[in-house]
């Protein structure tokens, strides 16, 4: 999970291992997102390759 802030640059970014419960595992991972105001979106990648999967923006 990269994230990137509204001028499009990586501020940070995070390994999910995802838990039996995904969804719940993806929640808590965006929760932790974008509680940092400077997040504008994250990027879903693939762990191998950074190939990307999707996005999310804040709301």
């Not at 499009?8 to 995802?18: F, M, P, Q, S, Y």
């Not at 929640?27 to 191998?48: S, T």
């Amino acid at each position: 999970m990269r994230r990137y802030n509204a001028d499009g640059h990586i501020v940070g970014g995070r390994l999910l291992e995802l838990p039996d419960d995904t969804a719940a595992g993806f929640d808590a991972a965006f929760a932790e997102a974008f509680a940092d105001p400077e997040v504008a979106l994250v990027h879903v990648r693939a762990v191998e390759y950074g190939c990307f999967h999707f996005e999310v923006r804040r709301a």
